[in-house]
């Protein structure tokens, strides 16, 4: 046998020892046979005594019997009719493997390391290059960004939560001319309108109960010839939009209880998940105010509208949690992958990054699959339309068409690579109306390869299809 196989006495004096445990102990069979297995080995570390005193059995446990040895123990009593009268023992050494996975784990580690490195100096010369992505409205929206980021010109950034909009303004300032000087952040809604005033304008010496007796700058003087990232403006309260405005104009602010004036050069970008048109005609959000921050405006697109995005994103995410659990990167399972394709992602990038870190905990043996899914994911799943126009869940026709999920997935080369195969064409049949030669173009396919899929998975109904339209 090749794995080391030990028999004990009921005194636990070894009475069989073979090659194989020769050749993984280093003790040959002269030595050990007619001792105490105890005399070899520390006591602490003999499974078979269990198996000698209770009579216990195990199947494939990992046991480290010395320090530099591992091995997978099979142990069992050794019975006549009721009596123990010994115990054997059958160890696989895995000491390789152990050593192996120690020497991956290691890699991978310093693998991310090396691409943490890498991102720093390619940050350094693009600071965009932290934004992932190359779908076209994601890259558009890049491009523009590059040119304002040039200029001093106030920017406000619209978009959904979780899109990006912090990464998009410290990009901007990155990639400005005042590079060097501070990116200051506030959000204004995380902050009580109370203490707002003093959070942004800082406060004199004694200007109320509890404050610091030599006061305290503001986040405005703090980014004096820096940027001023105000997030979530749509957020702050009417009464405090007339001083920030005024701050604005003048450049200059008082500290809260201070009678001296401060005057900055910051500049100012900020981001809202607010309609702040109709806020301003439902006057909650100051007109003036709006065109005073709306000198240049900018919309990053949320994630349902740049899906070929995902692929990328989701094995970025993998990587990096992978690399922090100190496990390799699971594989995806293509259900998994076409749920996370078919999602729409109201959490936008931040909802995929938590779940990709869920889904690396979750994974077993290396694999992602359907049930490791949140709840609201596998139930949008199975509400979608099979290939009969019929969804799981209802059994009924769908009322509406999800045509801007089927374009979006088809739109990159990438996403495509990643949905199986007859469901894409039956979903880019189902767009174009059946019509052969549009179905082929979205696929990026000829219509002669189209016609040979379509007669391998069963999709051509009669001889008419394969000359029609």
Same mark, same amino acid.
């Given at each position: 046998?090749?794995?080391?196989?030990?028999?004990?006495?009921?005194?636990?004096?070894?009475?069989? %020892?073979?090659?194989?445990?020769?050749?993984?102990?280093?003790?040959?069979?002269?030595?050990?046979?007619?001792?105490?297995?105890?005399?070899?080995?520390?006591?602490?570390?003999?499974?078979?005594?269990?198996?000698?005193?209770?009579?216990?059995?195990?199947?494939?446990?990992?046991?480290?019997?010395?320090?530099?040895?591992?091995?997978?123990?099979?142990?069992?009593?050794?019975?006549?009719?009721?009596?123990?009268? =010994?115990?054997?023992?059958?160890?696989?050494?895995?000491?390789?493997?152990?050593?192996?996975?120690?020497?991956?784990?290691?890699?991978?580690?310093?693998?991310?390391?090396?691409?943490?490195?890498?991102?720093?100096?390619?940050?350094?010369?693009?600071?965009?290059?932290?934004?992932?992505?190359?779908?076209?409205?994601?890259?558009?929206?890049?491009?523009?960004?590059?040119?304002?980021?040039?200029?001093?010109?106030?920017?406000?950034?619209? =978009?959904?939560?979780?899109?990006?909009?912090?990464?998009?303004?410290?990009?901007?300032?990155?990639?400005?001319?005042?590079?060097?000087?501070?990116?200051?952040?506030?959000?204004?809604?995380?902050?009580?309108?109370?203490?707002?005033?003093?959070?942004?304008?800082?406060?004199?010496?004694?200007?109320?109960?509890?404050?610091?007796?030599?006061?305290?700058?503001?986040?405005?003087?703090?980014?004096?010839?820096?940027?001023?990232?105000?997030?979530?403006?749509?957020?702050?309260?009417?009464? +405090?939009?007339?001083?920030?405005?005024?701050?604005?104009?003048?450049?200059?602010?008082?500290?809260?209880?201070?009678?001296?004036?401060?005057?900055?050069?910051?500049?100012?970008?900020?981001?809202?998940?607010?309609?702040?048109?109709?806020?301003?005609?439902?006057?909650?959000?100051?007109?003036?105010?709006?065109?005073?921050?709306?000198?240049?405006?900018?919309?990053?697109?949320?994630?349902?509208?740049?899906?070929?995005?995902?692929?990328?994103?989701?094995?970025?995410?993998?990587?990096?949690?992978?690399?922090?659990?100190?496990?390799?990167?699971?594989?995806?399972?293509?259900?998994?992958?076409?749920?996370? +394709?078919?999602?729409? %992602?109201?959490?936008?990038?931040?909802?995929?990054?938590?779940?990709?870190?869920?889904?690396?905990?979750?994974?077993?043996?290396?694999?992602?699959?359907?049930?490791?899914?949140?709840?609201?994911?596998?139930?949008?799943?199975?509400?979608?339309?099979?290939?009969?126009?019929?969804?799981?869940?209802?059994?009924?026709?769908?009322?509406?068409?999800?045509?801007?999920?089927?374009?979006?997935?088809?739109?990159?080369?990438?996403?495509?690579?990643?949905?199986?195969?007859?469901?894409?064409?039956?979903?880019?049949?189902?767009?174009?109306? =059946?019509?052969?030669?549009?179905?082929?173009?979205?696929?990026?396919?000829?219509?002669?390869?189209?016609?040979?899929?379509?007669?391998?998975?069963?999709?051509?109904?009669?001889?008419?299809?394969?000359?029609?339209?």
């Amino acid at each position: 046998m090749s794995e080391a196989t030990t028999i004990v006495d009921s005194e636990n004096q070894v009475v069989y %020892w073979n090659r194989a445990a020769e050749t993984i102990y280093e003790i040959s069979r002269e030595e050990v046979v007619g001792t105490p297995l105890d005399r070899h080995f520390a006591s602490e570390s003999i499974r078979l005594k269990d198996a000698l005193a209770n009579g216990t059995t195990v199947r494939r446990v990992y046991h480290i019997p010395r320090p530099d040895t591992h091995v997978l123990i099979n142990s069992s009593a050794i019975r006549r009719q009721e009596t123990i009268i =010994g115990a054997i023992s059958i160890e696989q050494d895995i000491t390789e493997l152990v050593r192996l996975n120690e020497e991956l784990e290691n890699a991978t580690t310093n693998l991310h390391h090396l691409q943490q490195e890498m991102n720093r100096y390619q940050a350094a010369d693009d600071p965009f290059y932290t934004i992932k992505g190359l779908s076209a409205p994601l890259q558009t929206t890049i491009q523009i960004a590059r040119k304002v980021a040039q200029t001093d010109a106030t920017v406000l950034l619209y =978009g959904e939560s979780g899109v990006g909009k912090e990464l998009f303004a410290r990009a901007i300032h990155q990639s400005s001319r005042r590079h060097d000087k501070p990116f200051i952040a506030i959000n204004c809604g995380a902050i009580p309108a109370a203490l707002f005033e003093s959070e942004l304008f800082g406060y004199q010496g004694g200007a109320f109960t509890g404050a610091e007796k030599r006061g305290k700058p503001g986040k405005l003087e703090l980014s004096d010839g820096g940027t001023l990232f105000l997030d979530e403006i749509g957020e702050l309260p009417l009464e +405090l939009q007339v001083k920030l405005l005024r701050a604005l104009q003048e450049r200059q602010f008082y500290r809260v209880g201070g009678t001296d004036p401060i005057t900055v050069n910051t500049r100012i970008v900020a981001a809202t998940n607010r309609q702040l048109e109709q806020m301003v005609a439902d006057g909650r959000f100051r007109e003036d105010l709006y065109y005073r921050l709306n000198v240049f405006s900018l919309e990053i697109p949320p994630l349902r509208q740049r899906r070929e995005d995902i692929s990328e994103l989701v094995q970025l995410f993998l990587q990096e949690y992978s690399a922090a659990h100190g496990q390799p990167v699971p594989r995806i399972a293509t259900e998994v992958m076409q749920a996370l +394709l078919s999602y729409p %992602w109201p959490g936008n990038v931040r909802e995929l990054r938590n779940i990709m870190e869920r889904l690396s905990i979750l994974q077993e043996n290396g694999v992602i699959l359907p049930e490791h899914l949140p709840s609201q994911i596998l139930s949008h799943s199975r509400s979608l339309p099979l290939s009969n126009g019929y969804t799981a869940e209802t059994g009924r026709r769908p009322q509406t068409t999800v045509e801007t999920t089927v374009a979006s997935l088809f739109h990159d080369a990438a996403a495509l690579s990643t949905a199986d195969e007859r469901t894409r064409i039956i979903a880019a049949l189902d767009r174009t109306y =059946g019509n052969k030669k549009a179905a082929a173009q979205l696929l990026g396919i000829s219509r002669g390869t189209l016609y040979n899929k379509m007669r391998k998975y069963g999709l051509l109904i009669n001889s008419t299809d394969e000359t029609g339209g």
